[in-house]
Protein backbone atom coordinates (compact mmCIF):
# COMPACT_ATOMS: atom_id res chain seq x y z
CA UNK A 1 0.00 0.00 0.00
CA UNK A 2 2.88 2.65 0.63
CA UNK A 3 4.35 1.99 -2.60
CA UNK A 4 1.78 4.12 -4.58
CA UNK A 5 2.99 6.97 -2.72
CA UNK A 6 6.45 6.55 -2.52
CA UNK A 7 6.37 6.67 -6.66
CA UNK A 8 5.25 10.65 -6.81
CA UNK A 9 7.93 11.71 -4.35
CA UNK A 10 10.89 9.33 -6.02
CA UNK A 11 10.12 11.07 -9.53
CA UNK A 12 10.07 14.82 -8.26
CA UNK A 13 13.57 13.77 -6.26
CA UNK A 14 14.77 12.57 -9.56
CA UNK A 15 13.60 15.91 -11.13
CA UNK A 16 15.15 18.09 -9.31
CA UNK A 17 18.42 16.41 -9.35
CA UNK A 18 18.68 16.33 -13.28
CA UNK A 19 17.65 19.92 -12.59
CA UNK A 20 20.67 20.64 -10.42
CA UNK A 21 22.93 19.23 -12.92
CA UNK A 22 21.89 21.73 -15.60
CA UNK A 23 22.54 24.64 -12.96
CA UNK A 24 25.77 23.23 -12.12
CA UNK A 25 27.11 23.59 -16.00
CA UNK A 26 25.96 26.65 -16.77
CA UNK A 27 27.37 29.02 -19.54
CA UNK A 28 30.07 31.73 -18.23
CA UNK A 29 32.81 33.74 -19.09
CA UNK A 30 35.95 33.58 -17.49
CA UNK A 31 37.65 37.30 -15.66
CA UNK A 32 38.89 39.12 -19.00
CA UNK A 33 37.65 36.34 -21.10
CA UNK A 34 37.15 38.03 -24.90
CA UNK A 35 32.83 37.71 -25.20
CA UNK A 36 31.21 39.01 -28.57
CA UNK A 37 27.62 40.52 -27.01
CA UNK A 38 29.60 43.46 -25.89
CA UNK A 39 30.52 46.60 -27.96
CA UNK A 40 34.11 46.53 -26.53
CA UNK A 41 34.44 42.81 -26.91
CA UNK A 42 35.22 41.82 -23.44
CA UNK A 43 33.17 40.36 -20.87
CA UNK A 44 34.62 42.10 -17.83
CA UNK A 45 32.14 44.90 -16.95
CA UNK A 46 34.04 48.86 -16.21
CA UNK A 47 33.05 50.25 -12.70
CA UNK A 48 30.37 52.65 -13.12
CA UNK A 49 31.91 55.90 -12.45
CA UNK A 50 31.30 57.70 -9.30
CA UNK A 51 31.26 53.86 -7.63
CA UNK A 52 32.20 53.69 -3.92
CA UNK A 53 33.06 50.16 -2.70
CA UNK A 54 30.74 49.33 0.32
CA UNK A 55 31.65 50.90 3.65
CA UNK A 56 34.04 53.27 1.93
CA UNK A 57 31.52 55.73 1.73
CA UNK A 58 33.10 59.15 3.08
CA UNK A 59 30.39 61.57 4.05
CA UNK A 60 32.33 63.25 7.03
CA UNK A 61 33.41 66.47 5.66
CA UNK A 62 35.09 67.38 8.82
CA UNK A 63 36.67 63.72 9.01
CA UNK A 64 37.49 62.56 6.03
CA UNK A 65 38.55 66.04 4.80
CA UNK A 66 39.57 68.16 7.51
CA UNK A 67 37.32 70.87 6.49
CA UNK A 68 33.89 72.59 7.81
CA UNK A 69 31.92 74.39 5.29
CA UNK A 70 34.92 73.54 3.12
CA UNK A 71 37.38 75.66 5.22
CA UNK A 72 39.83 74.00 7.21
CA UNK A 73 38.79 72.69 10.58
CA UNK A 74 39.58 74.38 13.51
CA UNK A 75 38.69 71.72 16.20
CA UNK A 76 38.92 67.98 15.72
CA UNK A 77 36.00 65.91 14.72
CA UNK A 78 36.04 63.39 17.69
CA UNK A 79 36.87 63.83 21.31
CA UNK A 80 40.67 63.54 21.81
CA UNK A 81 41.54 60.99 24.65
CA UNK A 82 44.91 59.64 26.28
CA UNK A 83 45.06 56.94 24.02
CA UNK A 84 44.95 58.92 21.18
CA UNK A 85 47.51 60.50 21.82
CA UNK A 86 49.61 57.77 22.53
CA UNK A 87 48.95 56.33 19.29
CA UNK A 88 49.36 59.81 17.70
CA UNK A 89 52.47 59.71 19.22
CA UNK A 90 53.73 56.25 18.05
CA UNK A 91 52.00 57.15 14.38
CA UNK A 92 54.06 60.78 14.65
CA UNK A 93 57.53 58.51 15.50
CA UNK A 94 57.13 56.13 12.84
CA UNK A 95 55.83 58.60 9.78
CA UNK A 96 56.84 62.23 10.69
CA UNK A 97 60.01 62.42 12.76
CA UNK A 98 62.37 61.09 10.42
CA UNK A 99 62.12 64.67 9.08
CA UNK A 100 60.70 66.91 11.40
CA UNK A 101 62.55 65.30 14.16
CA UNK A 102 61.38 64.05 17.90
CA UNK A 103 60.26 67.37 18.61
CA UNK A 104 58.57 68.59 15.52
CA UNK A 105 61.32 70.94 15.11
CA UNK A 106 62.25 70.14 11.35
CA UNK A 107 65.99 68.41 12.22
CA UNK A 108 65.17 64.71 11.75
CA UNK A 109 67.63 61.99 10.66
CA UNK A 110 66.64 62.04 6.94
CA UNK A 111 67.53 65.81 7.37
CA UNK A 112 70.75 66.13 9.08
CA UNK A 113 71.58 63.74 6.10
CA UNK A 114 70.87 66.55 3.19
CA UNK A 115 67.11 66.20 2.57
CA UNK A 116 64.95 69.29 2.20
CA UNK A 117 64.25 70.59 5.84
CA UNK A 118 60.59 70.80 6.67
CA UNK A 119 58.88 73.68 8.74
CA UNK A 120 59.21 74.18 12.34
CA UNK A 121 55.74 73.02 14.06
CA UNK A 122 56.97 76.13 16.55
CA UNK A 123 57.02 78.45 14.12
CA UNK A 124 53.80 81.33 14.98
CA UNK A 125 52.46 80.41 11.56
CA UNK A 126 52.05 76.70 12.48
CA UNK A 127 50.94 77.20 15.91
CA UNK A 128 47.70 79.79 14.80
CA UNK A 129 47.02 77.14 11.97
CA UNK A 130 43.74 75.24 12.16
CA UNK A 131 44.24 71.78 12.63
CA UNK A 132 42.89 71.08 9.18
CA UNK A 133 45.41 72.86 7.68
CA UNK A 134 47.91 69.97 8.99
CA UNK A 135 45.22 67.20 8.07
CA UNK A 136 45.05 68.77 4.71
CA UNK A 137 48.81 68.49 4.42
CA UNK A 138 48.82 64.87 5.22
CA UNK A 139 46.17 63.94 3.38
CA UNK A 140 47.33 65.77 0.09
CA UNK A 141 51.27 66.67 0.83
CA UNK A 142 52.82 69.85 0.46
CA UNK A 143 56.61 71.19 -1.05
CA UNK A 144 58.58 68.27 -0.68
CA UNK A 145 56.22 66.42 1.63
CA UNK A 146 54.43 63.37 -0.19
CA UNK A 147 50.23 62.29 0.78
CA UNK A 148 50.58 59.92 3.78
CA UNK A 149 46.67 59.29 2.53
CA UNK A 150 47.45 55.86 1.55
CA UNK A 151 49.92 55.23 4.67
CA UNK A 152 47.85 56.22 7.34
CA UNK A 153 44.41 56.32 8.22
CA UNK A 154 41.88 59.14 8.36
CA UNK A 155 41.74 58.52 12.06
CA UNK A 156 45.16 58.29 12.90
CA UNK A 157 46.30 61.28 11.46
CA UNK A 158 43.96 63.20 13.91
CA UNK A 159 45.48 61.62 16.56
CA UNK A 160 49.22 62.60 14.60
CA UNK A 161 47.87 66.54 15.23
CA UNK A 162 46.94 66.10 18.83
CA UNK A 163 50.38 64.88 19.05
CA UNK A 164 51.28 67.81 17.70
CA UNK A 165 49.58 69.95 19.17
CA UNK A 166 51.00 68.39 22.49
CA UNK A 167 54.63 68.66 20.93
CA UNK A 168 53.52 72.97 20.24
CA UNK A 169 52.07 73.50 23.88
CA UNK A 170 55.33 71.63 25.44
CA UNK A 171 57.54 74.13 24.14
CA UNK A 172 55.34 77.25 24.58
CA UNK A 173 53.78 77.06 28.29
CA UNK A 174 54.18 80.39 29.73
CA UNK A 175 55.90 79.89 32.94
CA UNK A 176 53.09 80.95 35.49
CA UNK A 177 51.68 77.73 34.37
CA UNK A 178 54.02 75.64 35.24
CA UNK A 179 54.10 73.31 38.05
CA UNK A 180 56.30 74.68 41.26
CA UNK A 181 58.57 71.28 40.27
CA UNK A 182 58.92 71.94 36.77
CA UNK A 183 60.12 75.44 37.74
CA UNK A 184 63.01 74.11 39.63
CA UNK A 185 63.75 71.46 37.09
CA UNK A 186 64.25 74.00 34.60
CA UNK A 187 66.28 76.48 36.80
CA UNK A 188 68.75 73.39 37.75
CA UNK A 189 68.94 72.87 34.06
CA UNK A 190 69.75 76.47 33.18
CA UNK A 191 73.26 77.27 32.94
Not at 79 to 92: H, K, N, P
Not at 123 to 137: E, K, M, N, S
Request: include cysteine; charge should be negative; glycine fraction near 8%.
Amino acid sequence: MMLPRTGPALLLCALACAGCDQMYEQPRNDPLEPNPFFIDGMSARPIVPGTVARGHARLDEHLYQGTVEGKPAEIFPFAITVADLDRGRERFNIYCSPCHGALGDGDGMIVQRGFTRPPSYHLDRLRAAPVGHFYQVMTNGWGAMYSYAERVTPEDRWRIIAYIRALQLSQHVPADQLAAEDIRRLREASP
